[in-house]
């Protein structure tokens, strides 16, 4: 960096003159998948380090790597040419075809090829034919790998002067010999040699890892692949020097590469953005469109008129996007939320420009700038001319509807899903190299589900010894290695939840298009780093489960309350819903319902709107990292001074304290106080994310906290920001997106203030969705009050559904009975069919539309549901088995003893064709059976199989039945916990409800238990961890003994000693000891696939185990903001 | 009826041959995961039980010893006991997998009663090192349902109801779901069923439940299946003089085949390993066993055979006053595809087996070999030494000429060196071939040389070794080597010592 831009310039091109003897053309990456075993990023640089003059990527019929290794030169600055290219590979027998385009068109004509091969075939597959390149070859420089004279005959004939055929020195033995037939063959045919190494690999090294996919390719082990493995490694990037010395007897062979490199003059940056017209009916161009419907908006948003500082936004906001020529896709996004408003789809936008004063006014979002107090930078820089960043936001249920609007109205040569890949990641990498070594498929079970959350994603030694392996073993170290070394590989492309891109020209000319695994689904090759990295414009279509529970919930407000709201028209800022989240009552609420947020909520007892902003953004892994929660929590309470590291760093901080939380002002900070440019600043942030794998990010430290120093900021200071913005890389938290969230965190937390029982309801038919299962959110509305009936086949519809009953207000849990005035609720939930376990939405909902329309009337016994609905005597054994004959006056096992007599020859009228009667079918009885006196079922056993068929119980908790034994063993209730004081020692127990091991809490298991009383909150560090592994892991209820801790209100019980009381269950009936009251965030269940390598280290490490000490739960959202898509933070994650 | 469990078949039986008392479990694959099929006493007081995944269960006590089942064993030993248990009756049945039904009404007596009958038979067992359980009762239903589930004891007939009525509804030998379809409409004991509403159970659960019952209750006959010897293919001939002659007992062996030839056929058979057991007129057996290559049943190719093997034998061929009965057995049989005649290949083939055996029956099966071919582009390890009669086929060659071809690799020579041997070469640095070499102690000027071929080092395996560069050399005297150098110049940098040189073998 040293170096002056001139002093660069003339290195540079003295360093590609030395260099320019030699180009490599044939190099697979690893996204030709399971045969190249190197990173694109790792090819360009090895092969700069090598000296070639150039580099040629072209993987297997896909283009899907060429952006990396387009990046890696760019961002880098390497000294050599790049030319990106395909390697055709053809299903009916010609050899396989390099092919470079020499130019933008020739590039077009090469995607659209791959698109042909791709759509004519399922997913991850492309079929190509000679026809089809014969068809498609204009503008392409052809290699021929290998051909006979009619094949080069035909290929020159169509290509003149640009068809090559390769020649390679694979040590195979006849080399020489080979290569002189050679010549005389493309002497013959007219064409020149060209030298290739055919290149799988940057460095001979990687063998084992080529091997090792060999072996998973072909589905067999290291042991028994033999021939399929490769001979030797030479097919690797090997100097200039040493190329010609392989080549000496055809030099010519050798100065061909370079020859081909100077007709190629493609290059990847030509891909510009195209925005699609968008429909401007009436107006003379899309801005004008865009300002009349934004107006048309503001009188809407302003009935009395619009301020006048908002009409300056505006003003300003629509010269901006006419100046950068914006307006189609501001239209574009326009368009989209109207057809989702239209079909009554809920959404929202969010984004830095979803938070313009424009899109406010267009509906696309309902945060009024205003309200948010946002935007202390303007949406959209020009200076970076960064596509605008909107992602919208749909029911999760609903968007496939849009997306199909999407494809219909631009068609699918026009609008493609973005890529994601889909890597190697700890388990699926130890899974892989374990098979490929012949291990047995439990051994690589145990060893894959040691591995939990973060550690990097890889196996320890300890989880070695324990499956009874040997980690000091030759073999096991080398398993252990080429796991590590193939995590990150990509396995295979899938499609993203939601990016679309839409082009004006024909998409297939940019990208290649594929086929998605879903039907009427087609997806580009690239990823929206790599399409954000061209500057190729998408919007981000997702899915929001919270937004099909809110609609649900408003919808259920109107039916039931007579109150008709929208997102925009519930009350505003009441202090009962800031009261209540204060209080960490937050099950269910978007966002804050983890465990690490309501931990967060009592310290930060937030009291408006943009408090909900900075409590949705401050658990993230970016602040977390930088150690910025202490310190706001601290000013925040008046402990300490609000102080700016500098006047120009006052304008940036003042909203939070002096304390940068959001990542814009990390941003900000490098450019104001670091002296970064606004692009620099933008490259800084994506190095995070895109560079890890390869070269470091040790130059843009040093600049930043050199610059920060210049500019007389604290040492100590400058290094936290960095971390910060290191910790924002992947998942960085935008301000933007938080206040979007922020406003459904509130509407959401109004809803459970105000009608917990439609919240409820709501909440239990958006499943599944949020950190809770049905268990819980039910647990919950009773504590608030709200009667919850059993699901029953007289009564219940296939959702949950509200009918008349108590007011919630009067029976509230002593817990909240602050809230006795807050709360509206006057309905009773009744459970929806869907909760029976097993039972099919197409079977529930005929069981609900045939006693409604058919006859209209109830089911008067097990013979009449039969009858009428023709359900398999199977299904309604499931019924049953759930107990929902309740109103036909059977219990469980009657109910089961009805059903299974049902099926029989003869029973249903039908059968009889000698007796057909003609009288009242479903009244009639067959044969009168003798009665059958069951023995009636006890109750515990009656919650046991609550839990097994419902997954909750609404007659009493598993616990109250154990509740003698565990009183003879000294265990108190959990809700003494409250009772007794922090620092003292005691003995709980409960059902296992969730346990979360964060990877960045250095192995501390976070454990949520339940009994009859309360639900009590366990930490379980290393140490006991280990001890104690089999109970943690394995056991459905557990005692704990530990010493309770309590801080504003949340109380924890560290454990030193656990039990395994799981048998205690067995007690009360058969399986009893396989129920499970797990949560949907419970990891040991539920894996999150690694999506984010661990980095901490050094002085950082020690903060954080020192914050977490403090607030353990805090680790928990390090990983927890890289979950589903559900609570997906923000544009950078990369959702699966 | 008795019913006897022996509960610990399998770990009993591995038990009468190991020294260790650490906790033993007997696992198996089940699907896709290796559980614990078995386990012994020791190790259920660890809490360890059937059906529980090794993995989990190493996790909490690495300690404990595991061995793979073996299911034949397990059934052999049944056998034998089942055998052994003829001295008290001989209705004798198998309870597979691990116990056995004795009806021993009319026997008893013989041991003084039931009960010295019962003390006798667990004194035995006892001492044998068996872990059982045994009941004895009217019907086999009560008499099983009392062993498995804890009753063990001696039960006059017509207690049955006394027994079974708190024995858990497992205990009838019924169907799994069948039981847990009861469990679930709270029927869960024997006695819970027996004053049911026959008809509405029957509805529900079948038939089998009833039947189990009443046979159980002794309402319904049982009957028991004692055990059939193995048919195995055996054809024998009594003479009514004696024969003596090598002559004839070739001629007898022969119709003998014949004879068997027609049962082999019938079932699809061929004979892998044949008996010729010969009875002397003073009682002496000789017994003359043969295998062959390939499933057989042409009589004169078995007839072949035994003219190597009794040429082998010679002197110890010593029919004293000639053979008065000859019993000619297929000890092994395999399927054997039916033979297709007249394809010239297949004939071939067959003539190359009919040699291998011939070669075999004379000089031993483990002197003559056939090399096979391997899947390794290591040139050692591409070939295997095995006892010509294990092979089948040709060899594996087919694939590997097929691969050279394909890949335009150079040929290699016929046959190998036992081992590389070290050479002095000097040779063109990094990669050309030797200019001149010493090979025990004859000095070879190189005046051609092809190479090299790359091959590189079995990374995964201990034995892997550094990469080889192959040439194929022709010296001034016109003989054909091949050798290789042994490391790579490029991995010098990684701290590998010089390349050296070695002669693998030499072109014809």
């Given at each position: 960096m040293g170096h002056s831009h001139e002093d660069q310039a003339t290195d540079e091109s003295w360093k590609v003159c030395i260099r320019m003897r030699y180009l490599e053309f044939a190099v697979a990456s690893n996204f030709s998948f399971l045969r190249g075993a190197s990173h694109p990023e790792e090819l360009m640089v090895q092969a700069v380090h090598v000296g070639l003059g150039g580099l040629g990527l072209c993987d297997r019929n896909s283009v899907a790597g060429v952006v990396r290794a387009h990046l890696a030169k760019r961002e880098r600055n390497l000294p050599l040419r790049y030319h990106p290219g395909a390697r055709l590979v053809f299903a009916d027998g010609t050899p396989d075809i390099l092919a470079y385009p020499r130019n933008r068109a020739g590039w077009g004509r090469l995607t659209r090829l791959l698109t042909l091969g791709n759509l004519r075939t399922e997913k991850g597959a492309c079929t190509l034919y000679l026809e089809d390149l014969l068809a498609h070859a204009f503008g392409l420089e052809?290699?021929?790998?290998?051909?006979?004279?009619?094949?080069?005959?035909?290929?020159?004939?169509?290509?003149?002067?640009?068809?090559?055929?390769?020649?390679?020195?694979?040590?195979?033995?006849?080399?020489?010999?080979?290569?002189?037939?050679?010549?005389?063959?493309?002497?013959?045919?007219?064409?020149?040699?060209?030298?290739?190494?055919?290149?799988?690999?940057?460095?001979?090294?990687?063998?084992?890892?080529?091997?090792?996919?060999?072996?998973?390719?072909?589905?067999?082990?290291?042991?028994?692949?033999?021939?399929?493995?490769?001979?030797?490694?030479?097919?690797?990037?090997?100097?200039?020097?040493?190329?010609?010395?392989?080549?000496?007897?055809?030099?010519?062979?050798?100065?061909?590469?370079?020859?081909?490199?100077?007709?190629?003059?493609?290059?990847?940056?030509?891909?510009?953005?195209?925005?699609?017209?968008?429909?401007?009916?009436?107006?003379?161009?899309?801005?004008?469109?865009?300002?009349?419907?934004?107006?048309?908006?503001?009188?809407?948003?302003?009935?009395?008129?619009?301020?006048?500082?908002?009409?300056?936004?505006?003003?300003?906001?629509?010269?901006?996007?006419?100046?950068?020529?914006?307006?189609?896709?501001?239209?574009?996004?326009?368009?989209?939320?109207?057809?989702?408003?239209?079909?009554?789809?809920?959404?929202?936008?969010?984004?830095?420009?979803?938070?313009?004063?424009?899109?406010?006014?267009?509906?696309?979002?309902?945060?009024?700038?205003?309200?948010?107090?946002?935007?202390?930078?303007?949406?959209?820089?020009?200076?970076?001319?960064?596509?605008?960043?909107?992602?919208?936001?749909?029911?999760?249920?609903?968007?496939?509807?849009?997306?199909?609007?999407?494809?219909?109205?631009?068609?699918?040569?026009?609008?493609?899903?973005?890529?994601?890949?889909?890597?190697?990641?700890?388990?699926?990498?130890?899974?892989?190299?374990?098979?490929?070594?012949?291990?047995?498929?439990?051994?690589?079970?145990?060893?894959?589900?040691?591995?939990?959350?973060?550690?990097?994603?890889?196996?320890?030694?300890?989880?070695?010894?324990?499956?009874?392996?040997?980690?000091?073993?030759?073999?096991?170290?080398?398993?252990?290695?080429?796991?590590?070394?193939?995590?990150?590989?990509?396995?295979?492309?899938?499609?993203?939840?939601?990016?679309?891109?839409?082009?004006?020209?024909?998409?297939?000319?940019?990208?290649?298009?594929?086929?998605?695994?879903?039907?009427?689904?087609?997806?580009?090759?690239?990823?929206?780093?790599?399409?954000?990295?061209?500057?190729?414009?998408?919007?981000?279509?997702?899915?929001?489960?919270?937004?099909?529970?809110?609609?649900?919930?408003?919808?259920?407000?109107?039916?039931?309350?007579?109150?008709?709201?929208?997102?925009?028209?519930?009350?505003?800022?009441?202090?009962?819903?800031?009261?209540?989240?204060?209080?960490?009552?937050?099950?269910?609420?978007?966002?804050?319902?983890?465990?690490?947020?309501?931990?967060?909520?009592?310290?930060?007892?937030?009291?408006?709107?943009?408090?909900?902003?900075?409590?949705?953004?401050?658990?993230?892994?970016?602040?977390?990292?930088?150690?910025m929660v202490h310190p706001y929590l601290r000013r925040r309470r008046g402990q300490e001074p609000v102080t700016y590291p500098s006047k120009a760093l006052e304008a940036v901080l003042s909203k939070t304290l002096g304390v940068p939380l959001f990542q814009e002002q990390a941003m900000k900070i490098a450019i104001v106080a670091a002296g970064f440019t606004p692009s620099e600043a933008d490259r800084l942030r994506r190095a995070m994310a895109t560079f890890k794998r390869v070269g470091t990010i040790g130059t843009f430290q040093r600049k930043m906290i050199d610059g920060m120093l210049v500019n007389g900021y604290e040492r100590e200071f400058a290094e936290r920001c960095f971390q910060q913005i290191e910790g924002f890389g992947e998942y960085g938290f935008p301000e933007s997106h938080a206040a979007s969230f922020a406003l459904l965190v509130y509407a959401s937390a109004w809803l459970k203030c105000r009608y917990p029982d439609v919240f409820a309801a709501a909440l239990l038919n958006a499943q599944p969705m949020g950190f809770y299962a049905q268990a819980q959110i039910v647990r919950d509305a009773r504590e608030h009050g709200v009667e919850v009936r059993p699901p029953d086949v007289n009564h219940s519809s296939w959702d949950s559904t509200l009918e008349p009953g108590p007011h919630a207000a009067g029976r509230l849990h002593t817990l909240h009975h602050e809230m006795r005035d807050d709360i509206r609720t006057t309905h009773a939930v009744r459970l929806g069919l869907r909760e029976i376990k097993g039972l099919s939405e197409k079977d529930g909902k005929l069981i609900v539309e045939r006693r409604s329309s058919q006859i209209s009337v109830a089911y008067d016994s097990m013979r009449d549901v039969w009858l009428r609905t023709g359900l398999s005597p199977c299904v309604l054994e499931r019924l049953a088995d759930a107990d929902a004959f309740g109103s036909l006056g059977l219990a469980r096992r009657e109910a089961l003893w009805a059903a299974k007599a049902l099926g029989r020859v003869g029973d249903r009228d039908d059968d009889q064709p000698l007796f057909t009667s003609r009288g009242n079918t479903s009244a009639r009885i067959v044969s009168q059976e003798p009665d059958v006196r069951l023995p009636p079922m006890p109750i515990g056993e009656e919650v046991i199989n609550d839990y097994r068929f419902l997954h909750l119980s609404l007659r009493a908790h598993p616990a109250q039945f154990l509740r003698t034994d565990l009183d003879v063993r000294g265990i108190k209730q959990n809700d003494s916990l409250r009772r007794i004081p922090s620092g003292m020692r005691t003995r709980i127990s409960g059902l296992v409800t969730c346990r979360q091991r964060p990877g960045s809490a250095n192995g501390v298991v976070f454990m949520t238990i339940e009994d009859e009383t309360a639900v009590a909150n366990v930490i379980v560090w290393p140490k006991v961890f280990e001890r104690w592994r089999p109970i943690v892991l394995g056991a459905r209820y557990v005692t704990v003994f530990g010493v309770v801790q309590e801080e504003c209100g949340v109380i924890h019980v560290v454990a030193d000693q656990l039990e395994d009381l799981t048998h205690f269950l067995a007690r009360l009936a058969d399986h009893g000891a396989d129920i499970d009251g797990l949560a949907r965030c419970d990891e040991v269940r539920r894996p999150i696939e690694e999506q984010r390598e661990a980095r901490i280290a050094g002085g950082r490490h020690n903060r954080l185990v020192r914050l977490m000490r403090e607030i353990p739960e805090l680790a928990g959202d390090l990983d927890v903001s890289a979950r589903g898509s559900a609570h997906a933070p923000a544009r950078r994650a990369r959702i699966s | 009826m008795l019913s006897l469990w022996l509960r610990r078949l399998s770990t009993d039986r591995i038990a009468r041959s190991r020294n260790s008392s650490a906790p033993l479990v007997v696992t198996g694959r089940r699907g896709n995961a290796e559980i614990f099929v078995a386990v012994d006493d020791a190790a259920e007081r660890l809490g360890l039980s059937p059906g529980i995944a090794l993995a989990q269960a190493r996790a909490m006590h690495p300690g404990i010893d595991t061995m793979p089942e073996d299911a034949e064993a397990d059934a052999t030993l049944l056998e034998s006991v089942a055998d052994w248990c003829l001295r008290y009756t001989p209705l004798v049945a198998c309870d597979a997998p691990d116990g056995l039904l004795l009806d021993i009404s009319g026997c008893a007596h013989l041991y003084g009663g039931e009960r010295e009958l019962v003390a006798d038979l667990s004194g035995r067992l006892e001492n044998a090192g068996f872990g059982y359980s045994l009941a004895v009762a009217g019907t086999i239903g009560a008499a099983w349902a009392a062993a498995h589930y804890g009753k063990p004891a001696s039960h006059a007939c017509g207690e049955e109801r006394a027994i079974l009525e708190s024995l858990p509804l497992s205990a009838l030998r019924l169907q799994t779901v069948t039981v847990a379809g009861l469990a679930r409409v709270g029927l869960k004991q024997i006695g819970d069923i027996i004053d049911l509403p026959r008809a509405p159970l029957t509805a529900r659960f079948g038939s089998d439940v009833l039947r189990q019952l009443d046979r159980a209750l002794g309402h319904e006959h049982e009957p028991l299946n004692p055990r059939l010897p193995v048919a195995p293919y055996v054809a024998e001939q009594r003479f009514a003089e004696p024969i003596a002659r090598e002559e004839d007992v070739l001629a007898i062996t022969r119709r003998l085949a014949r004879r068997l030839q027609f049962a082999l056929e019938r079932r699809g058979d061929g004979a892998r390993r044949i008996e010729l057991a010969l009875f002397r007129t003073d009682g002496v057996v000789r017994r003359i066993a043969t295998g062959t290559s390939r499933p057989l049943r042409d009589p004169d190719d078995i007839r072949e055979l035994f003219v190597e093997r009794l040429a082998a034998l010679a002197d110890a061929f010593d029919p004293g006053f000639g053979f008065d009965m000859a019993r000619l057995s297929v000890v092994v049989a395999e399927p054997c595809p039916p033979e297709q005649i007249g394809i010239g290949g297949s004939e071939d083939a067959s003539k190359l087996c009919r040699f291998v055996d011939r070669l075999s029956a004379r000089l031993g099966p483990r002197r003559v070999h056939r090399l096979v071919a391997q899947d390794s582009h290591i040139p050692e390890l591409a070939e295997a030494v095995l006892p010509a009669q294990a092979v089948n086929g040709d060899a594996g060659w087919a694939g590997f000429r097929q691969y050279r071809k394909e890949t335009k690799l150079p040929p290699r020579p016929l046959r190998l060196l036992a081992r590389p041997e070290l050479i002095e070469a000097v040779a063109e640095v990094p990669d050309g071939p030797p200019l001149r070499f010493r090979w025990r102690r004859a000095l070879h000027e190189v005046i051609a040389a092809e190479g090299p071929e790359r091959i590189e080092g079995a990374w995964w395996s201990e034995h892997g070794g550094p990469a080889r560069d192959y040439f194929r050399v022709e010296d001034k005297s016109g003989l054909r080597f091949w050798l290789f150098r042994s490391g790579l110049y490029r991995d010098l940098a990684q701290g590998a010592g010089a390349p050296t040189w070695f002669l693998h073998g030499t072109f014809a």
């Open positions: 052809l290699i021929a790998m290998s051909g006979n004279a009619s094949l080069l005959a035909r290929l020159r004939e169509i290509a003149p002067h640009r068809v090559r055929l390769a020649a390679s020195m694979l040590y195979r033995g006849r080399d020489r010999a080979r290569l002189i037939r050679l010549k005389d063959h493309a002497r013959t045919a007219g064409v020149p040699l060209i030298t290739v190494n055919d290149v799988l690999y940057h460095h001979p090294d990687r063998r084992p890892l080529a091997d090792v996919l060999t072996c998973i390719r072909e589905k067999t082990t290291i042991d028994r692949a033999g021939r399929k493995l490769a001979i030797n490694a030479e097919r690797h990037l090997k100097p200039p020097e040493e190329m010609m010395r392989l080549f000496r007897d055809a030099p010519e062979a050798v100065e061909e590469t370079l020859a081909l490199s100077d007709e190629l003059s493609f290059s990847l940056d030509e891909l510009r953005y195209e925005y699609p017209d968008e429909q401007v009916n009436g107006f003379d161009n899309a801005q004008d469109a865009l300002a009349h419907f934004t107006y048309e908006g503001a009188a809407r948003r302003y009935p009395q008129g619009i301020p006048d500082k908002e009409r300056a936004n505006l003003e300003h906001e629509l010269q901006l996007i006419a100046q950068l020529q914006y307006a189609p896709y501001f239209l574009t996004v326009y368009d989209i939320v109207n057809f989702a408003r239209s079909k009554n789809i809920l959404c929202q936008g969010r984004g830095s420009a979803a938070n313009s004063a424009v899109c406010f006014c267009l509906g696309v979002t309902e945060v009024d700038p205003e309200r948010a107090d946002l935007l202390f930078e303007r949406f959209i820089s020009p200076e970076r001319r960064e596509p605008p960043d909107i992602d919208i936001d749909f029911e999760h249920e609903r968007r496939e509807e849009v997306i199909q609007y999407i494809y219909g109205k631009y068609g699918r040569e026009r609008a493609g899903i973005a890529a994601t890949v889909i890597s190697y990641r700890g388990r699926s990498a130890i899974r892989e190299v374990g098979k490929a070594f012949g291990l047995s498929e439990d051994t690589i079970g145990a060893l894959s589900s040691s591995i939990w959350g973060g550690a990097g994603g890889s196996v320890s030694k300890d989880a070695v010894t324990r499956t009874g392996l040997d980690p000091q073993s030759r073999r096991m170290r080398q398993i252990l290695s080429l796991a590590q070394e193939i995590n990150g590989f990509p396995r295979h492309l899938s499609q993203h939840v939601g990016g679309f891109v839409i082009t004006r020209s024909r998409l297939d000319e940019v990208i290649p298009i594929g086929n998605a695994a879903m039907d009427e689904r087609t997806f580009v090759e690239w990823d929206k780093d790599d399409l954000e990295a061209l500057g190729i414009l998408k919007i981000d279509v997702l899915g929001l489960g919270m937004l099909s529970c809110l609609r649900k919930a408003l919808d259920l407000v109107d039916e039931h309350y007579g109150e008709r709201y929208t997102l925009a028209t519930i009350e505003p800022e009441e202090p009962a819903v800031y009261r209540m989240l204060s209080r960490a009552d937050s099950l269910g609420v978007f966002q804050v319902e983890s465990r690490a947020q309501m931990t967060m909520l009592p310290r930060l007892a937030p009291r408006n709107f943009y408090d909900l902003v900075i409590e949705v953004a401050i658990v993230r892994p970016g602040p977390i990292q930088g150690d | -």
